[in-house]
């Protein structure tokens, strides 16, 4: 699945394909953000906790995650972001405060949103947004 917003780069990456494909992917990967904010935004969140800026399970490539572009639809109406992600080191991301600690994250989140599933999280099913609907990778 391609997820980048940048069509400049998706356009020079594919550049053989033609021009149209590379236009539905891009207002594809738009159309499924809008729609998850959208879905996210009428639980009436106040703090929204992103679970994991990776993609993969055990990965730590959060640079190009799909889920920034959520975060900044979500930002964009007035919803504070937290990030849970144990192995950033940094004490923010793209002005989202990072939260060390899973119970702190948990309680004060009034959504979650994961990539997948974890087990670390079914004492807060409730909360849990997702598109994971086999918890698996």
Do not use: W
Not at 31 to 45: F, Q
Not at 97 to 124: G, Y
Request: glycine content about 2%; proline content about 2%.
């Amino acid at each position: 699945m391609i997820l980048l917003e940048n069509k400049q780069q998706l356009r020079t990456n594919y550049d053989k394909v033609p021009n149209n494909i590379i236009q539905a992917i891009v207002d594809a990967n738009t159309t499924r953000k809008d729609h998850i904010a959208r879905k996210i935004l009428k639980r009436d969140p106040k703090i929204v906790g992103i679970y994991r800026l990776t993609m993969k399970m055990d990965s730590d490539n959060f640079r190009a995650s799909a889920v920034q572009g959520v975060m900044k639809r979500l930002k964009a109406k007035g919803v504070e972001v937290v990030i849970y992600e144990p192995v950033l080191k940094k004490e923010s991301f793209f002005n989202s405060r990072v939260i060390k600690d899973l119970d702190e994250f948990k309680k004060i989140s009034d959504v979650i949103v994961t990539n997948r599933l974890s087990d670390d999280l079914c004492d807060v099913e409730e909360k849990i947004y997702t598109r994971d609907l086999f918890a698996r990778d």
